[in-house]
Structures are given as C-alpha cells and as structure tokens.
C-alpha cells in the first residue's frame, strides 16, 4: 500500500533552498535565500503547529509570509504564524484584503477552520490549538501586484497575480529553482479521478491563467494539496488541468437542467477523498459558481 505522508514525514527537501512542509493534505513551501526566508502559504490553524515545528527543525525564521489567496485552507493558519514570526512581513495579493472584509467572509472562515480541523483528527492528525473564533488579521500586509519581485539573496521571488480561481489570487515564480508554487489555480488535485476545476471567478481567466504558468516552464509546481510535482509529471498536470477544465464547462454548457439538477450530479461526483476536507455546503456552493461561470 503507498505510503500516505504524514506530519512527521516534513519538512520534505525539493531542492536547494526550497522545501514543502505541513503535511498532505496542506502543503506550505519555504523558500530560503543566503538573505532571507519566504513561507508560501498559511494553511489552517490545525497545522500551524506543525508548520512552526518543522521551521524550527530547519532552523529558519520566515522573513515574508505570503498568502496565495483568502480562502480558509490558505489563510486561517495566518495569526498562529503571525504570533510566532512577529517580524515577518505579510504578502497578499490585490484584492485579498476586501475579500476578507465581506459580512459573509467572518462566517465561512471560521466554520470551514473548524470542520477541516475535525477532519485531520479523523485522520489521525493532532491540531495544537482549538480552531480560530474570528478571522485572521492583514494589518499592515503589503499586497504585492502582477510582475513584482523579492529579493531574498541568491533566489529571488516573482510574484503572479492571476485571474480565474479566486480574487485576491497571488502565485509564486522562483526562476533559479524552475519552481512554481501555484496554489489552486490548476484546480483541487484528487490523485485517484484527477482535478476539480475550480474557476470561481472566471472560466476564461482560468483557462488564461493556465496557459500563462505552462508557459513558465516550471519543473518543480508546488500545488496547495497532496504534494508537488516534479518534471514529466508537472508538465503533465497542466494538459489535466486545462482538459479537466474544458471538459466540464462543455458539459455544464450542453446541460439545459436547472442549477440544483446538476449540483446532484456533480456534488458525489466530486466531493470524495481529499475533497471531503471542506464542508459539504462549500463544495455544494463551489459547484453552483462553476454552473454560473461556465454559463457566464
């Protein structure tokens, strides 16, 4: 039987100054330059403790903590690392903080914490702490545009703010490392059926934001969930991505039933294995926006 990674398994070396931590289901990426260190996402609060155990086992203290997008899985670990990195700088992308400030943001952050929280205990994984009671802070976060870069010795960060998956969406280029940490933007990678396409805020600026990474040519891509990918295979990911995608628009687009028809349709088909970390209500409203966008 393969070997499903665990806590104890990170912080796993990808390469020179790059690393992947936290555990399968959420992958955070380190990013250490002879200046300075970047943590690529934030992941929830039950695996902050985790994250801050395997810097210290690396010995690093993140300079810059970057938030890909303001989604739960990816920034509700934020005030746990805030807390223990006090000087470390915040990145988010543009759009990132208003997202957050929306009445209906507060309530889904705090509910999806929880029950993912429930989760990974079912699977055998040990929060350090209770799940959060309100949502993390961006004070004094710096939202960093499309093109620009940080320098962190040696290794410099070029961040990517692209459309389709999520506002707010920021991804990470690191050139010298042909690595790419992409987050969600090829979609929820399901290792045993393939992606869920998830183009919540867009199907035509997900299909451009697909093209626009391929193009890169990354030979590392650090996706948000069950691990990277390397060489072949992450060439490989980004003709599933783009099909996946395609295939399911097309077929949403051919379906003259109403909204709540296809949601029981596509609803089991997709919400099994690593998907059922989220809410059954999340995946039921994320195939309403993907109906709604592929009709758009």
């Known amino acids: 039987m393969e070997h499903q990674p665990t806590a104890a398994d990170y912080p796993q070396r990808l390469t020179d100054g790059l690393w992947v931590l936290g555990n399968s289901y959420f992958n955070l990426y380190l990013v250490r330059g002879t200046a300075a260190a970047a943590l690529v996402d934030a992941g929830i609060s039950a695996v902050a403790d985790d994250v801050i155990g395997q810097l210290e086992k690396l010995g690093v203290t993140p300079d810059h903590l970057v938030v890909t997008h303001p989604h739960p899985d990816h920034i509700n670990g934020l005030d746990a690392l805030r807390d223990r990195y006090p000087a470390a700088r915040v990145v988010i992308g543009p759009g990132a903080r208003e997202f957050l400030a929306h009445p209906k943001t507060a309530a889904s952050l705090v ?49 990517l703010h692209v459309g389709g998956h999520a506002i707010g969406n920021i991804l990470v280029h690191v050139p010298a490392l042909g690595a790419l940490m992409c987050s969600d933007s090829l979609g929820f990678r399901i290792p045993r059926i393939g992606f869920f396409p998830i183009f919540f805020t867009g199907y035509a600026d997900y299909m451009a934001a697909i093209d626009r990474l391929e193009a890169l040519e990354p030979r590392i891509l650090c996706l948000a969930h069950q691990g990277p990918l390397l060489g072949e295979d992450a060439r490989k990911a980004f003709r599933d991505a783009r099909e996946a995608a395609r295939t399911l628009c097309e077929e949403i687009r051919n379906d003259p039933r109403d909204e709540d028809a296809i949601i029981r349709d596509l609803y089991p088909r997709y919400y099994r294995d690593e998907l059922a970390l989220y809410t059954a209500d999340n995946i039921i409203g994320c195939c309403r926006l993907i109906i709604r966008r592929s009709r758009a």
């Open 111 to 159: 509910a999806e914490d929880r029950f993912m929280a429930a989760f990974l205990a079912s699977k055998g994984f040990r929060a350090g702490r209770p799940p959060i009671e309100r949502p993390p802070s961006v004070e004094g976060a710096v939202a960093a545009g499309d093109g620009e870069t940080l320098d962190l010795g040696g290794l410099t960060l070029r961040f």
